[in-house]
Structure formats: structure tokens, C-alpha cells
């Protein structure tokens, strides 16, 4: 959340995120236009701190993060998903059992979900496929129950 305060002799103003939506990539314009618009008056602005302090330490986070192999930064409030392909399907779905959401048994809609969730859109037919495909293969475990299909990474416990 953000709050961003400019004082204008006695005059004060206060903006707070919750208001409306600001991010890192925005909050630097926001602050520009408030100290045009009060600059117009021809009265002296001074921010509470230095927008070009956030800004150069987001970039260089962002930097930090391109030099990781294969790293991917999603945020699903701030960017549309992207969509993948069937051919990178496989590997999508290998990334969610790696880090284990297939450890007990999940429905295909739960998989696109999750795909969603990291920023990847996919139809699910497509995903249905490639679960089977790894079913079949054996590289997961195929469970019907009620219906469902589950899919899931171990034998699943019978209660």
C-alpha cells in the first residue's frame, strides 16, 4: 500500500492506495502530476521521499531477477496471464508437481486453476489431455471417484 503525501505551506494532501489504484510503475507518475498541478500555483512542493529511490531499487530487483535461469515474475493483479501452448503443457503441469500441488489428488479444473494462479492460461481440454498423457504414461496416478477424475503424484491413502 502506498501513501503519498504533499505539503503546500499550510496545506497538506494525502493520498492512500486504498483510494485508488497505485503500483510501483505508477506511483512516480502520480506523484508528478500532483506536484504540476500544485506547481501551477507557483508554490514550492517537497515530497516526503525520493521517488527515484524506489524506482531505481524496483529496476534493479527486476535485474536481479532476469539474471535467474528461468525465472518468471507474475503478479496476477497487475498482468494478464499468458497463454501457453500444448507442446508446453507438459512442462507447465511438471513445475506444479515439482513443487508439490500434486501431492494428493486434483481435478483438471483445479490444474487450470493453478496454472492461472502462476500466470498461465490454458484450455481445459488441452490440460485434460496432457494429464491423461501423463497418466498413461505413468508419470502420475489416474483415480476415479463420484464421477471425477483425480490426478495425483502417489498412490492415494484409502480411508
Known sequence: MAKVRLKLGDN??????RDFYVDNDTLPQVIADL???????SD?????FKVSGITET????????????????????FTAPTGITPEELPSRIEELEMNGFFAKPR???????????????????AVSKTLSKMAFNR???????EK???YCKQTPLIN
Do not use: C
Open 44 to 48: 514550492k512542493v517537497e515530497p516526503e
Open 139 to 145: 508419470e502420475l496416478m489416474k483415480t476415479s471417484e
Open 58 to 77: 524496483y529496476e534493479k530487483n527486476m535485474d536481479y531477477l532476469q539474471m535467474l535461469r528461468n525465472a518468471e515474475v507474475h503478479e496476477p493483479e
Open 35 to 41: 506536484t504540476a498541478r500544485l506547481q501551477e500555483s
Open 12 to 17: 497538506e494532501i494525502e493520498i492512500d492506495s
Open 148 to 150: 471425477k477424475t483425480f
Open 107 to 125: 481435478t483438471v479444473s483445479e490444474t487450470v486453476e493453478q496454472l492461472l494462479q502462476h500466470g498461465w492460461i490454458a484450455s481445459p481440454l
